[in-house]
């Protein structure tokens, strides 16, 4: 079946550094993918939605600026975390649908626990 | 924002016992899902719904779309060990199993041999 691989699966930097996570579809192409951050015992929250080739869509109250979203293939989009803070601490989980579809099934990947000390 | 409502927050239930959560809206939603998820992992889709009244099974799972398009219950017959996780509904507005997903806080199950 379809699969979203995730890596890494876990990061701990400093803080002030910059932290690269990486979503690929491994058997299908997505054009678009989205990342969500879940905190411990929390739902998850969509962050932004990555469009291949052109400009991430932010949800309101996501700085732009602080996570990177580049897709720069139709099967890999990267979040990058910049200038960490330990506010930023949480579980990063990117999602793709399989097909173009609306309805085509949400696939997750098994998410990046981010540790910024 | 909107929100899901979700309940039960916990369930802790003896093996072979029959589970039901469900999840409600203050407005109408176009489509239902419900994911599980594993501790350390993402949510997996069980089970998704795309109609008023739908009632789709998944094996032990069964799960339907409320007629008012405000709730969704997911029901887990038998349970056995491995259905220990925490369960998720999510809901779109908009309709469609994509990006505009809201989810609920997630209902943890606990299943004692």
């Known amino acids: 079946g379809a699969v979203v691989s995730q890596h890494p699966s876990r990061v701990i930097c400093k803080s002030g550094t910059s932290v690269k996570i990486e979503c690929r579809s491994l058997?299908?192409?997505?054009?678009?993918m989205f990342w969500y951050r879940q905190f411990p015992k929390q739902s998850l929250m969509l962050m932004a939605t990555?469009?291949?080739?052109?400009?991430?869509?932010?949800e309101q109250g996501v700085e732009k600026d602080k996570f990177l979203i580049n897709h720069a293939s139709l099967t890999l989009s990267t979040l990058t975390v910049t200038s960490a803070h330990p506010e930023d601490s949480s579980f990063y989980i990117c999602?793709?649908?399989?097909?173009?579809?609306?309805?085509?099934?949400?696939?997750f990947g098994n998410g990046t626990r981010l540790t910024v000390t | 924002g909107q929100q899901l409502n979700q309940s039960p927050q916990s369930m802790f239930i003896q093996e072979g016992e029959d589970v039901s959560m469900n999840c409600t809206s203050s407005?109408?939603?176009?489509?239902w899902l419900w994911y599980k998820q594993d501790p350390g992992e993402g949510p997996v889709l069980l089970i998704a719904l795309y109609k008023a009244g739908e009632l789709t099974s998944n094996g032990r799972l069964t799960a339907q779309f409320g007629i008012t398009r405000k709730d969704s219950f997911l029901n887990i017959s038998a349970s056995i060990p491995s259905d220990v996780g925490i369960y998720f509904c999510a809901g779109s507005e908009r309709g469609g199993s994509q990006g505009n997903l809201i989810f609920g806080k997630g209902t943890k199950l606990s299943v004692k041999p």
């Open positions: 990555s469009n291949e080739g052109s400009k991430a869509t932010y």
């Open positions: 058997d299908f192409q997505a054009t678009t």
């Open positions: 407005s109408i939603f176009n489509t």
């Open positions: 999602s793709a649908p399989t097909g173009d579809h609306r309805y085509s099934p949400l696939h």
